[in-house]
Structure formats: structure tokens, C-alpha cells
């Protein structure tokens, strides 16, 4: 069963490789998956690997501040030339600024310009930019696609509550009675992965 699971489910996720690049040299990557939703383009991730992108885009920010001060020190006829190094040097640039970023969609070419975040459930929704669905690909089925918002509501739940470290037991059981609980039956009768 596992195996046939693991064959279909092979159709429609795919990786994603996020490469970086540091002020100090430094390349890292890393890797994903994400599942294609439907012939639209639509994907399904997780929110946190988009979490250098958004250090990046603020690096951005602080790297341009930062080269402005260099330019402006070096284009200061007042100073010589050991004068503009000690300035310079001052300026103590972050060397984990991130410098360059990429993601690789698993295939050549694939832009996703817009996520939308559930930080809570730690789920990433996008559309692939100009997607030529293939009539070959195979997509997850949802049995009642209506209820997947009310899926991902339950999912980010349920991890906040695994998340109130900080509540007592009491409020916990309370948490679960009042505002999990009500919402625990749909899960198994009106969704489901079909695999």
C-alpha cells in the first residue's frame, strides 16, 4: 500500500533547491519539496523556506545603505586615500548579508512571483507563472476541495497548540475543548488525500 502511495504521490511533488550567496563568499543550498496542486499551476509548500528570501530582500535594504556610505567616502575629495580605508573600515558591513538568491522549482524556467502564508500551519500557496500544464501530469485528489481552508485552519490549530508551551495543562484541555474539538470531525469525513 505504502508503495503504491509513494509511486503516486512521486507524480506531484517535486523538489526545490534555494541557493545563497553571503557578502563573505559563503554559498549554501538547500532543499524542499512541494506539491502540484492542479493544471492551473497552483503549489503547496512550506512557509519557512521562503524565510532566506525575505532575509534577503531585507539584506537588500541594508547592503544598498551600506554601499551608498562607501561611495560616499570614496567620491570625498577632503580625504586621501589611507583616509577613505579607515572610513571604510568603520562601517563594519555584515558579512552574512545575504548577496545573491535563487530558488530552483525542480525544473528549468519555473517563476512563482506570489505566495500566499499560513505562518501558523507553516503552509506556502503560490501559482506557478505561465504554466503549460502537460494532459500526462497527475494531481493529488481532494474529495471536497470546499473544506481545504477549513484543513489548513485546523492544521495551523492544532500546531499552535502544540506550540503553548506556556500554558498550563488546564488551559490546554480547555484550548482543545472549546475551539479544537468542534472542528475534529470534519477532518476524517469530509477530507481526505486520495493516494
Known amino acids: 500500500m505504502f508503495a503504491n502511495a509513494y509511486k503516486k504521490a512521486t507524480k506531484f511533488t517535486h523538489p ?3 541557493s ?9 543550498c538547500g532543499c524542499g519539496a512541494f506539491v502540484l496542486l492542479n493544471n492551473e499551476g497552483w503549489i503547496l509548500t512550506v512557509a519557512h523556506i521562503l524565510n532566506s528570501h525575505f532575509a534577503f530582500q531585507k539584506h537588500q535594504e541594508q547592503l544598498d545603505r551600506y554601499r551608498k556610505e562607501v561611495e560616499k567616502i570614496e567620491n570625498d575629495d577632503n580625504l586621501n586615500e ?5 572610513k571604510t573600515g568603520k562601517l563594519n558591513p555584515n558579512k552574512k548579508w545575504i548577496t545573491n538568491h535563487s530558488f530552483w522549482w525542480g525544473i528549468n524556467g519555473i517563476q512563482i512571483e506570489e505566495f500566499k502564508l499560513f505562518y501558523e500551519g507553516d503552509i506556502a500557496i503560490g501559482q506557478i507563472k505561465n504554466f503549460q500544464p502537460n494532459p500526462a501530469m497527475v494531481y493529488p485528489k481532494f474529495k471536497n476541495p470546499k473544506t481545504l481552508l477549513l484543513v489548513l485552519l485546523y492544521v495551523s490549530w492544532v500546531i499552535l497548540f502544540m506550540r ?6 488546564r488551559a490546554k484541555v480547555l484550548f482543545w475543548q472549546k475551539i479544537l474539538c468542534p472542528y475534529h470531525s470534519f477532518r476524517s469525513k469530509e477530507f481526505t488525500l486520495e493516494i
Not at 503553548?164 to 495543562?169: F, Q, V, Y
Open 16 to 18: 526545490v533547491i534555494i
Open 20 to 28: 545563497t550567496h553571503t557578502l563573505d563568499g559563503e554559498v549554501k
Open 82 to 86: 589611507n583616509q577613505k580605508r579607515e
Open 164 to 169: 503553548l508551551k506556556l500554558l498550563s495543562m
